[in-house]
């Protein structure tokens, strides 16, 4: 049970570093032009699309996993 535990928080914590690292490197030099004055706010609202879609996948990710372990624990 531990060690299974203890890969979920290691799965847990490469997620969170891959998706900082992706916001970070890719979401955050993205820019739109060609709307004028809206050219930030439509920007930040592609960045932020973005990255809720990324904070779901994570859940949903993670969720799986957790259920996967458990299950395994549970029949051993």
């Not at 030099?29 to 904070?55: E, K, M, N, R, Y």
């Not at 994570?58 to 957790?66: E, G, M």
């Amino acid at each position: 049970m531990k060690s299974s535990l203890l890969g979920f928080l290691f799965a847990m914590w490469i997620l969170i570093l891959v998706g900082g690292g992706i916001i970070v490197h890719v979401l955050g030099p993205t820019s739109v032009s060609g709307f004028g004055d809206l050219d930030l706010i439509i920007s930040s609202v592609i960045q932020a699309i973005i990255a809720i879609f990324l904070v779901i996948l994570w859940i949903v990710i993670l969720t799986k996993l957790k259920n996967w372990i458990f299950r395994k624990e549970i029949k051993s």
